[in-house]
């Protein structure tokens, strides 16, 4: 049986009057809703797909069906928001799903939220974002570098609702001991690199430490935008082959965060404040 820890923090930013983003963090489910700015009634879409997702909560596992059915719930939710079916949300995120003896995260995302596995050391975004400026960097024709910049970033190709009929991309990536997921909406990798979020994810004990400090650190960043950030644990990955002689506990394989705390000096390069 998969054993895992969780933590997911939020937070509405410096500049935004709304919090619009949503998340659930309740097993099988870790997910992240950004409802699109813009729009009316974007905190109700993303509350209303977290929701449809939630039903399928205290489960010990769900299926692609099971999540394609939730997604169909939220997409017919979200659009009886408001009568115009202009409401909409991005949706990203991992369900755990035992197949075959197997246990998986099945990655789900439609949408600019991102998710991101760090295993065994490598850290790597696992979504793709339907993005206009995604679009262009597949084509060659704009760096990642300059994507950031780009005056249309934040534009977004697919949703849930808004006028979307498109379906989610979905990954099955074999659970693996120890792997750490981030889900987070564009206001968290908006303001901090791919580098930043792995080292706050390697250092931080504690997937809810973890959240939280994200968050922070997006907001002593410029927090321009909604933040919100779910971090995931697989303590044990639930693997037949599990020697049961082998402690996989994280806390007992990593720095005390006591410790980590007091080896942070002021030259540490991501020194909170
Ligand atoms: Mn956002």
Redo the contacts with the bound molecule.
């Keep these: 049986m998969i054993e895992l820890a969780w933590g997911a923090h939020s937070d509405r930013g410096l500049r935004r009057a709304l919090n619009e983003?949503a998340c659930l963090a309740q097993p099988p489910l870790f997910l992240v809703a950004?409802g699109m700015?813009g729009h009316a009634s974007g905190d109700k879409a993303s509350a209303a797909a977290i929701s449809a997702f939630a039903e399928l909560s205290g489960r010990p596992s769900v299926s692609l069906e099971d999540v394609e059915q939730a997604f169909a719930r939220a997409v017919h939710d979200v659009t009886g928001i408001d009568s115009r079916g202009d409401a909409g949300t991005t949706i990203s995120g991992v369900a755990v799903s035992e197949q075959d003896g197997g246990t998986y995260w099945l990655v789900l995302n439609i949408g600019d939220s991102r998710t991101y596995r760090l295993s065994n050391g490598v850290f790597e975004q696992i979504s793709v974002d339907h993005s206009e400026v995604q679009e262009l960097v597949d084509r060659g024709e704009l760096s990642a570098a300059d994507a950031e910049r780009h005056p249309r970033r934040n534009v977004i190709t697919k949703a849930v609702g808004a006028g979307s009929s498109d379906m989610p991309d979905y990954w099955l990536l074999p659970v693996r001991d120890r792997d750490r997921i981030l889900v987070c909406?564009?206001?968290l990798s908006k303001e901090l690199s791919s580098e930043q979020l792995a080292n706050v994810l390697a250092e931080e004990a504690s997937a809810q430490g973890a959240a939280v400090r994200l968050v922070h650190e997006a907001l002593i960043h410029g927090g321009r935008?909604?933040v919100t950030a779910v971090v995931v644990d697989a303590i044990r990955s639930g693997e037949p082959d599990d020697d049961d002689t082998a402690t996989y506990s994280f806390d007992e394989n990593t720095v005390p965060r006591p410790v980590a705390e007091e080896e942070r000096t002021p030259d540490a390069p991501l020194q909170l404040g």
Aim: glycine share 24%.
């Design positions: 983003d950004d700015g909406s564009d206001g935008d909604n």
